[in-house]
């Protein structure tokens, strides 16, 4: 109660209604697996890397193929060339927004050949003697496509000199450690040759700026120098332009860089390895200007942008794509309680990130051996059962038939995963159709598909219906024909088919969990029950050491049923009436003396979830006007 020590009119707010539970997402999604480009955390001492390397959101395949790259097939192996995979990572996130998909977080697994440091990461690098010194453009995420082109362009201003009536010849818009550049007698003198563009930098003709306490600019020479310029002379500023290509489509542009840390773009700012002003920058410049010893620091700025334009061998060298990674790498490693700059990998990342209700492991199926595939599933299916609020979408292993399949699914029995059959094939993206040639085709896991179709049916229905009798887009055929003989075998070991129906196309037929227990039998009752709990128990955190008495219950009480009586109307639950459809109790009923002494409120919420019409029979027998049923 406020205390109230002296005269006056106090005015309070306070609140006459119970809170408000907002429902959570239920289509955001989350994939671990192999990328060509993008963040990783590297787990390696001999190397610091990037600290802004967690999983990324991603919205568009677009964004996608800039932040993890595209769909050019990655070479793994332990020495080069590696032996070309399939990225299924990429596949998967491209049917997944072509499907319907909205929100993906990615996490990109990688696992370095044997050894340590960069050579055993694939981050590529190309060092430029500064000086006495280095500098380094360096890859900033391991993979073949770090392998890239960067080229170093200077532009100059026009003649920037002006005579100031106090400190003489001056610069205009030139900063304390700009470089610029003095062509002496050019602007008297039309003999003189003024250099433009990107032409070649002389040192000689090169100037780093100073100002004083009073804001006198002195322009400092190669040998330390600082000589007077003069009204004949011509002062241009030098800047830098650098162009990044990356791959064969991809190019980045960064302009107006300078070369001292004195400048607000400077480009060891601009292009730094933590955080760069583009995020998705491909590389960072590794360069410490207080290492050197030379004789005039003051020059190295200029130093520096000479070295970069001069550059002859623009192409980094030393990015592979690593090892295959084995299914405890998949599953990642916690973060480190001690040590914040080691961070959760594989699907330990997704599992910091409370948006997710979906997981997949688009690169599980084809891992070389069925044995190793199951192994890397059930670490999947493990991460939704911990998790508790996500389903997990497994995919079988490639080019598996019909008893093998059945021998797969018989391996797992969880409430919180699905598993769908068969593969996927696509026109391979990667070639181009030539007339009389028939089209590559490749397989594709289902659980990009099925995860958009997922979050598709979200958005467009809710997540009490089930995802399925649903369009899949994308894709050329299925792998298998599954038929209705076939769908019989597998329907009832909870494997949901993937089949085509002549005239209307490929269609999810199916919605089983890998559960045993009749009560968790369909993919929508988990779900379900999912978004419930998660938006209860992120809905109802303001309870925690509250007065624990009647107010309190009925508050509760009163913010539940309202949160379920809008899930009744929207369809979600079975009944005629709120009361049947739900219950919510919160009271002595629910609570002995020892739950109060101890600390604990207990509600008592009992659900009625609609299951999908699976079977739809018709009963059809013969009538006669006279027949009495």
Same mark, same amino acid.
């Given at each position: 109660?406020?205390?109230?020590?002296?005269?006056g009119?106090?005015?309070?707010?306070?609140?006459?209604?119970?809170?408000?539970?907002? &429902?959570?997402a239920t289509?955001?999604?989350?994939?671990?697996?192999?990328?060509?480009? &993008?963040?990783v955390?590297?787990r390696?001492?001999?190397?610091? &890397?990037?600290?802004?390397?967690?999983?990324?959101?991603?919205?568009s395949?677009?964004?996608f193929?800039?932040?993890?790259?595209?769909?050019n097939?990655?070479a793994?192996?332990?020495a080069?060339?590696?032996?070309?995979?399939?990225?299924?990572?990429?596949?998967?996130?491209?049917?997944?927004?072509?499907n319907?998909?909205?929100r993906?977080?990615v996490?990109?697994?990688?696992?370095p050949?044997?050894?340590?440091?960069?050579?055993?990461?694939?981050?590529?690098?190309?060092?430029?003697?500064?000086?006495?010194?280095?500098?380094?453009w360096?890859?900033?995420?391991?993979?073949?496509?770090?392998?890239?082109?960067?080229?170093?362009?200077?532009?100059?201003s026009?003649?920037?000199?002006?005579?100031?009536?106090?400190f003489?010849v001056q610069?205009?818009?030139?900063?304390?450690?700009?470089?610029?550049?003095?062509?002496?007698?050019?602007?008297?003198?039309?003999?003189?040759s003024?250099p433009?563009?990107?032409d070649?930098?002389?040192?000689?003709?090169?100037?780093?700026?100073?100002?004083d306490?009073?804001?006198?600019?002195?322009?400092?020479d190669?040998?330390?120098?600082?000589?007077?310029?003069?009204?004949?002379?011509?002062?241009?500023?030098v800047?830098?332009?650098v162009?990044v290509s990356?791959g064969?489509?991809?190019?980045?542009e960064?302009?107006?860089?300078?070369?001292?840390?004195?400048?607000?773009?400077?480009?060891?700012?601009?292009?730094?390895q933590?955080?760069?002003?583009?995020?998705?920058?491909?590389?960072?410049?590794?360069?410490?200007?207080?290492?050197?010893?030379?004789?005039?620091?003051?020059?190295?700025?200029?130093?520096?942008t000479?070295?970069?334009?001069?550059?002859?061998?623009?192409?980094?060298?030393?990015g592979?794509?690593?090892l295959?990674?084995?299914?405890?790498?998949?599953?990642?490693?916690?973060?480190?309680?001690?040590?914040?700059?080691?961070?959760?990998?594989?699907?330990?990342?997704?599992?910091?990130?409370?948006?997710?209700a979906?997981?997949?492991?688009p690169?599980?199926?084809?891992?070389?051996?069925?044995?190793?595939?199951?192994?890397?599933?059930?670490?999947?299916?493990?991460?939704?059962?911990?998790l508790?609020?996500?389903i997990?979408v497994?995919?079988?292993p490639?080019?598996?038939?019909?008893?093998e399949?059945?021998?797969?699914?018989?391996?797992?029995?969880?409430?919180?995963?699905?598993?769908y059959?068969p593969?996927?094939?696509?026109?391979?993206?990667?070639?181009?159709?030539?007339?009389?040639?028939?089209?590559?085709?490749?397989?594709?896991p289902?659980?990009g598909f099925?995860?958009?179709?997922?979050?598709?049916?979200?958005?467009?229905?809710?997540?009490?219906?089930?995802?399925a009798?649903?369009?899949?887009?994308?894709?050329t055929?299925?792998?298998?024909?599954?038929?209705?003989?076939?769908?019989?075998?597998?329907?009832?070991?909870g494997i949901n088919?993937?089949?085509?129906f002549e005239?209307?196309?490929?269609?999810?037929w199916g919605?089983?969990?890998?559960?045993?227990?009749?009560?968790?039998?369909?993919?929508?009752?988990?779900?379900?029950?999912?978004?419930?709990e998660?938006?209860?128990?992120?809905?109802?955190?303001?309870?925690?050491?509250?007065p624990?008495n009647?107010?309190l219950?009925?508050?509760i009480?009163?913010?539940?049923?309202?949160f379920?009586?809008?899930?009744w109307?929207d369809?979600?639950?079975?009944?005629?009436?709120?009361?049947?459809?739900?219950?919510v109790?919160?009271?002595r009923?629910t609570?002995?003396?020892?739950?109060?002494?101890? &600390?604990?409120?207990?509600?008592?919420?009992?659900?009625?979830?609609?299951?999908?019409a699976?079977f739809?029979?018709?009963r059809?027998?013969?009538w006669t006007?006279?027949?009495?049923v």
């Amino acid at each position: 109660m406020p205390e109230y020590l002296a005269p006056g009119v106090f005015v309070e707010e306070v609140s006459f209604r119970s809170k408000s539970i907002e &429902g959570v997402a239920t289509s955001t999604t989350g994939f671990a697996g192999m990328a060509s480009w &993008g963040p990783v955390c590297y787990r390696d001492v001999a190397i610091q &890397g990037p600290i802004n390397c967690e999983p990324r959101l991603i919205t568009s395949f677009t964004e996608f193929e800039r932040v993890y790259g595209g769909l050019n097939d990655l070479a793994v192996g332990a020495a080069a060339p590696g032996t070309p995979r399939i990225p299924y990572l990429a596949h998967a996130a491209r049917a997944f927004f072509e499907n319907g998909g909205k929100r993906l977080y990615v996490s990109r697994v990688f696992t370095p050949r044997v050894g340590t440091g960069a050579a055993a990461w694939g981050i590529a690098s190309r060092s430029i003697v500064v000086s006495d010194i280095s500098a380094t453009w360096t890859a900033r995420w391991p993979g073949a496509m770090g392998n890239m082109y960067v080229q170093t362009e200077v532009v100059r201003s026009k003649n920037l000199a002006y005579s100031h009536p106090t400190f003489g010849v001056q610069a205009q818009r030139a900063r304390v450690g700009a470089v610029v550049e003095v062509i002496a007698g050019a602007a008297t003198d039309s003999t003189i040759s003024v250099p433009d563009g990107n032409d070649a930098l002389v040192d000689t003709n090169l100037r780093v700026v100073q100002v004083d306490s009073e804001g006198r600019q002195s322009f400092v020479d190669s040998l330390g120098g600082t000589p007077a310029i003069s009204t004949d002379d011509v002062i241009q500023l030098v800047e830098m332009r650098v162009r990044v290509s990356v791959g064969s489509e991809r190019l980045e542009e960064y302009v107006d860089l300078a070369a001292s840390d004195l400048q607000k773009r400077y480009i060891g700012r601009i292009l730094q390895q933590d955080d760069p002003e583009d995020q998705d920058a491909p590389l960072y410049l590794d360069y410490d200007p207080t290492t050197s010893a030379d004789p005039v620091p003051a020059f190295l700025p200029a130093r520096l942008t000479i070295a970069l334009q001069a550059n002859s061998n623009g192409r980094l060298a030393g990015g592979h794509d690593g090892l295959l990674p084995s299914p405890t790498e998949f599953a990642g490693s916690a973060s480190s309680p001690d040590d914040p700059l080691v961070k959760a990998t594989g699907l330990e990342a997704l599992g910091e990130i409370d948006d997710i209700a979906i997981v997949a492991l688009p690169d599980s199926g084809d891992l070389g051996d069925t044995l190793v595939s199951r192994v890397a599933a059930q670490a999947l299916v493990t991460h939704a059962e911990n998790l508790r609020y996500r389903i997990a979408v497994v995919d079988c292993p490639i080019g598996s038939s019909l008893n093998e399949v059945r021998d797969f699914r018989g391996q797992f029995d969880s409430k919180y995963a699905a598993t769908y059959y068969p593969w996927i094939k696509i026109f391979d993206p990667n070639e181009r159709f030539s007339q009389g040639t028939p089209p590559r085709q490749i397989a594709l896991p289902p659980s990009g598909f099925v995860a958009g179709i997922y979050a598709r049916n979200d958005i467009e229905r809710g997540v009490h219906k089930a995802p399925a009798n649903e369009i899949v887009r994308g894709l050329t055929q299925f792998e298998v024909n599954i038929n209705k003989a076939r769908n019989e075998v597998i329907n009832p070991e909870g494997i949901n088919a993937l089949r085509f129906f002549e005239g209307r196309g490929y269609r999810v037929w199916g919605a089983r969990t890998m559960s045993s227990d009749p009560e968790w039998k369909y993919v929508n009752v988990r779900r379900l029950f999912n978004f419930i709990e998660h938006s209860i128990d992120k809905g109802t955190q303001w309870a925690v050491f509250e007065p624990n008495n009647q107010r309190l219950w009925d508050n509760i009480r009163r913010t539940i049923e309202d949160f379920l009586l809008v899930l009744w109307r929207d369809g979600a639950l079975l009944g005629a009436k709120p009361d049947q459809a739900y219950f919510v109790r919160c009271d002595r009923s629910t609570m002995t003396q020892n739950d109060l002494d101890n &600390g604990r409120l207990i509600c008592l919420i009992g659900i009625a979830p609609v299951k999908p019409a699976e079977f739809v029979i018709f009963r059809i027998g013969q009538w006669t006007g006279d027949a009495k049923v």
